[in-house]
């Protein structure tokens, strides 16, 4: 089965405890506080790989996880960091946010097109701070230090999209997969029934000093764009292909048609899935000329090519064409014209990487915009009237930050409260009416609410 499609979960590791003691030496009775940070817990990356072609890694494995970070230690020793976890995936790997309960898919987290580009899906949690950082001129013996961080969880959807250079298109038994057998090493499966291909067939062509990857999709017919057949499936493979190389089969083999209504119907089809692979620079192809009486199609489609090249570019018979007006003559049976048909591939595919190349300095950097989009998400939250007194503060930061406190530990306590308040969620509470001696719920925890100058007061008690 060809698995292009798989949602997953992924999991960051957690961060190592901050640890909370006091130095001990022989001759001191009670040290300064050296407590290390606990280890920061590992990222689950995603990361293209051109040596893969495939998700099938991910068909039965569902679930992901980074190792935790370590907890800090006495004499100032740091906890280990977690390992980062790693997981490959073709080059044409778009990963997007997923929704499971919703069944949602979400944002584009990142679209993976080179070899080695990676991204992080879920970051591990920071370590705790040992209670070496909580020291300050008037507080010289800081008996808490922080938890670890609880690491991000979500879940995604992986999509591999073919990338190939240039895709082969056309009714079924137009000879596609023997033209692609032709052009390159790969050996798809040929015979004289349609459909023989089901799933795409990749290879790699080359010509003079040029290479390019080639796709072999499978057959197209009328009412594909609406799923009739098996090419809808496909066809959205070829968004991201630069070169539409349509083939036609001259003899008109698969059910007796006319091979110019062939050369329609594709051009229909492709229109009617998208507007922009109607407008994708294509070569066409007539093949089968070893066929007796081909020539005469061959004409009639030639000319059609022209017409059709010269009214995409305007009418203007020398100003640029998405459609080259050339017809390509070959036979995949005997060879004649394939190599002709390769150099003449190869040379665009150069010329729209390079065009490719120059717009790429443009791109949208994927990871940054949705970094930031993601921080800013993290940072919000909202704060609900319950009535009775009681109110919900919800949000990712912030509930982070209460489930990093130990609730055993006073000083932690109010240290979270500190900051809290510098977040601005005692502003925001009081906006909603809250008064001292409300009740705040926050992840499963309960707090009185005391407005600031109270909780100034109580810091300065707690020497804060
Ligand atoms: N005479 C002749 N027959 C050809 C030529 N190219 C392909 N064929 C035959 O046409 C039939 C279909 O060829 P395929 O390469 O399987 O066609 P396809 O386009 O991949 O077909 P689907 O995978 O079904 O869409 C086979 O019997 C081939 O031997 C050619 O140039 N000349
Ligand atoms: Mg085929």
Redesign the pocket.
Known sequence: MFIDKVRIHVRGGDGGAGCMSFRREAHVPKGGPDGGDGGHGGNVVVEADASLSSLIEYRFKHHFKADRGTHGKGSRMHGATGEDLVLKVPVGTVVREYFEEERETGQLIADLTHDGERIVVAEGGMGGRGNIHFVTPTRRAPAFAELGEPAQERWIELEMKLMADAA?V??????????I?RMSAAR??????????LVPNLGVARSGDYSFVIA?I??LIEGAHEGRGLGHEFLRHIERTALIVQ?V?L?G?YEGRDPLEDYEVINRELALYADELAARPRIVVA?????PGSDEAADRLAKRVHEDSVAAAGGDEFGPSPIDPKLYR?????GEGADGLKAAIATKVHELREAARADAENDVQYDHVWEHRRRERDRRFDVANLGGGVFRVSGPQVERMVVQTDWENEEAVAFLQHRLKRLGVETALEKAGAVDGDEIRIVGRAFEFESARTADDMFKELDL
């Open positions: 082969l056309g009714m079924p038994s137009a000879g596609k997969s023997s033209l057998a798809p499966k040929i015979a004289d029934y349609p459909f023989t291909t072999d499978p057959g083939v089969d003899t083999d093949n089968k000329i070893d066929a070959v036979s995949a049976l005997t």
